[in-house]
């Protein structure tokens, strides 16, 4: 018979107080420990109830706060740890330098059991409030460990398993805690020895590259006992002054540094290193070490140290530049602004516009490829203000969008009277009107065929027939054209003409679509930078809770989807900051769609928090008298997008209210 959870818990009280009491068993020293601390230090009771514990709203988000540089940093980690432990039903957590859960990565589904077990947003797991836990005596102890069923010491977490590993910054100073928990494990603890090596990994990978990142401006030695691994595993990281003066070193760089007994002062070793020289390490020059030059053709050199003549393998990551041009930088033409800025450092996006930025003075028509919303349009203005017609219109015509009735007139325009309805005075058409500068063709798969003829001509001929008229008006024109469409297949159905194509497709240029942009953090920065702008309020802040979440997302509507959630957020946002949970839920995707600054209860409930202004999704409700398509239009987003946030802020317009 199966032991009842009562039974349980009372059987594992008295363990502990036999633990405590007697002369020592063959427990776990780090957990026996912790027991020790629990009782002495912490007066906590083993068989008192012992709830999670969750901070408040406004202090999650301070911690958060505090833990932004690396939260930014660690994303890609956490989120990769988490696919490879989710199989397995763990969750994970990273939790700052006092046990305060400030990221979370779990099964959405589960969120009640998660919240009731503590493994959420929020959760103080230090060992004072928890008691004896993976993250809380790791805490204290300053080891990865496993805190496994019964070694919890509140009697409530012992169905648990907890594996965390810390994290350290450059000083040794101890930045998070990064853990894996799950509710449902074999009752041996072995069972958890391959969880435990995967969390150090990803601690260390997290440390790492918390390192790289703010040692970007130093020379950064990696140094490994094998050549073949040295530029894979770099296992220790020491960062140097151009003197060779020693600054920081991960955590296994501390440790080479004190086995070759160059001490460091204490646990926060803070300005001791600068007591060091990599010359009291390695048994090299200055001048050796720091000039890449001097490297072997695999870039690795080998050194050996003076101490214990160990041989260690070197590469060498040289100092992040500055972007500022410098002076003896080749001049950039500055008439290429409009181009470069469009991106950031995204492979296919470099391609496109080294081939955009040779092309946008040739006399040829381009055709520019992409789903829907990646900035064709962006492109077809930005190639026109770098080329010499900048000065001249830039005329864009949506041919899907415009009745087939008008395009013929908009586009050719019409003498006086010629038709019905026909203006009296005559209309210059759009193409007449870009005369000397860029016609912007937007859809053009949707051009109807009759007008498609008409086009062709008026390309092939430089020269444009208004409706009526009996000469021809000569025009010196750039097309840009734009499809999402695919135009052959639209030719091989009869409903392009192939001769067009050829025509307008003087060279391609290709948008990828924004999941698969490197550049997507630039471009975010870049569009909210630019919505602050137009909003004349610059003092709203994207926190990086929201930025990841909006990192993760995969952009089906692609740039003008982000555009809208980012437009989104800023109207209904409170206060002077974006969080997780004003974004437009849809972008919230899977483990991370919670709303992160609300405390749990508010979550569940999808109520408003109490004592809080009137909310600006609100406001622009009554602005419009709750007619939620106007409101959805000037948002930028879907009615049902806008009824969802609605239900979760709790707001019910007036016609739905019940009296009392
Ligand atoms: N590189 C960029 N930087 C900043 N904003 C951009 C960029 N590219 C596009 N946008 C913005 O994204 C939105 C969509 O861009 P655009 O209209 O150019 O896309 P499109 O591909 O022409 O769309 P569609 O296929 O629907 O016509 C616009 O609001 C635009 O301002």
């Known amino acids: 018979m199966t032991m009842s959870t009562a039974q349980a818990q009372r059987q594992h009280v008295q363990t502990i107080l036999n633990a405590l009491e007697g002369p020592g068993t063959d427990e776990d020293a780090v957990i026996q420990r912790s027991w020790r601390r629990c009782i002495d230090r912490f007066g906590l009771d083993p068989a008192a109830p012992s709830p999670p514990r969750y901070v408040p709203d406004r202090t999650l988000r301070e911690h958060q706060d505090q833990a932004d540089a690396l939260l930014q940093v660690a994303r890609a980690g956490v989120e990769q740890l988490y696919r490879q432990v989710r199989p397995l039903d763990y969750v994970v957590l990273l939790t700052d330098a006092r046990g305060i859960a400030v990221q979370f990565l779990g099964d959405r589904h589960a969120q009640r059991e998660h919240q009731r077990t503590g493994l959420y947003l929020g959760a103080d797991w230090s060992e004072e409030h928890a008691g004896t836990c993976a993250v809380g005596t790791c805490i204290q102890e300053r080891v990865p460990l496993t805190c496994h069923h019964s070694d919890h010491f509140s009697a409530h977490h012992i169905r648990l398993t907890c594996t965390a590993a810390p994290v350290f910054d450059p000083h040794g100073q101890l930045l998070a805690v990064l853990d894996?928990?799950?509710?449902?494990?074999?009752?041996?603890?072995?069972?958890?020895?391959?969880?435990?090596?995967?969390?150090?990994?990803?601690?260390?990978?997290?440390?790492?590259?918390?390192?790289?990142?703010?040692?970007?401006?130093?020379?950064?030695?990696?140094?490994?006992?094998?050549?073949?691994?040295?530029?894979?595993?770099?296992?220790?990281?020491?960062?140097?002054e151009e003197d060779g003066t020693l600054v920081a070193a991960n955590t296994a760089g501390r440790k080479l540094l004190r086995h070759h007994e160059l001490p460091l002062a204490g646990p926060g070793e803070a300005r001791s290193f600068r007591a060091w020289n990599v010359q009291d390490l390695l048994d090299a020059e200055i001048g050796e070490v720091l000039d890449s030059h001097r490297y072997g053709e695999d870039r690795v050199r080998a050194f050996r140290t003076h101490r214990h003549h160990e041989l260690h393998f070197a590469t060498l990551l040289e100092p992040r530049r500055r972007r500022v041009a410098r002076d003896d930088a080749p001049r950039r033409d500055a008439s290429l602004a409009p181009l470069e800025a469009l991106a950031d450092d995204d492979p296919a996006m470099r391609d496109t516009l080294t081939r955009a930025a040779r092309l946008r003075n040739e006399p040829i028509n381009l055709l520019v490829v992409g789903e829907t919303g990646t900035?064709?349009?962006?492109?077809?203005?930005?190639?026109?203000?770098?080329?010499?017609?900048?000065?001249?219109?830039?005329?864009?015509?949506?041919?899907?969008?415009?009745?087939?009735?008008?395009?013929?007139?908009?586009?050719?325009?019409?003498?006086?009277?010629?038709?019905?309805?026909?203006?009296?005075?005559?209309?210059?058409?759009?193409?007449?009107?870009?005369?000397?500068?860029?016609?912007?063709?937007?859809?053009?798969?949707?051009?109807?065929?009759?007008l498609q003829t008409r086009l062709l001509r008026v390309l092939a001929e430089q020269e444009v027939l208004p409706i009526g008229a009996s000469r021809p008006i000569k025009v010196d024109l750039r097309v840009v054209a734009a499809t999402h469409r695919d135009l052959r297949g639209l030719i091989d159905l009869g409903r392009f003409r192939e001769d067009l194509f050829y025509r307008l497709n003087g060279a391609s240029l290709r948008l990828p679509p924004l999941r698969e942009r490197a550049d997507q953090g630039y471009l975010i920065r870049r569009l909210f930078e630019e919505l602050q702008a137009e909003r004349g309020d610059r003092r709203v802040r994207l926190r990086g809770d929201a930025m990841s979440a909006l990192l993760a997302y995969p952009w089906p509507g692609n740039i003008r989807e982000l555009h809208n959630a980012l437009r989104f957020a800023l109207a209904t946002c409170e206060g002077d900051e974006i969080v997780v949970g004003d974004l437009p839920e849809e972008c919230v995707s899977g483990h991370l769609a919670h709303p992160a600054a609300r405390s749990p209860a508010a979550a569940e409930t999808g109520q408003a928090r109490p004592g809080r202004g009137e909310d600006p999704l609100e406001e622009a409700l009554r602005r419009h008298r709750w007619n939620i398509s106007a409101v959805a239009r000037e948002l930028g987003l879907s009615r049902p997008t806008i009824y969802r946030r609605m239900k979760r802020l709790g707001i019910i317009p007036p016609n739905q209210q019940t009296s009392t």
């Open 180 to 240: 894996i928990s799950a509710y449902r494990s074999p009752e041996s603890k072995a069972s958890q020895t391959f969880a435990l090596q995967v969390v150090k990994h990803y601690a260390r990978m997290i440390e790492d590259a918390y390192f790289l990142q703010r040692y970007g401006g130093r020379h950064i030695l990696c140094l490994d006992r094998s050549r073949e691994f040295v530029q894979i595993n770099r296992r220790y990281l020491l960062a140097l």
């Open 375 to 450: 900035g064709k349009e962006r492109m077809a203005r930005a190639l026109h203000e770098s080329s010499r017609r900048r000065d001249k219109p830039f005329v864009a015509i949506n041919c899907a969008a415009m009745p087939e009735s008008l395009i013929e007139s908009e586009l050719f325009g019409h003498e006086p009277g010629s038709f019905t309805g026909a203006r009296s005075k005559g209309m210059k058409g759009l193409i007449a009107q870009a005369d000397g500068g860029t016609l912007f063709l937007d859809e053009i798969g949707d051009m109807p065929l009759q």
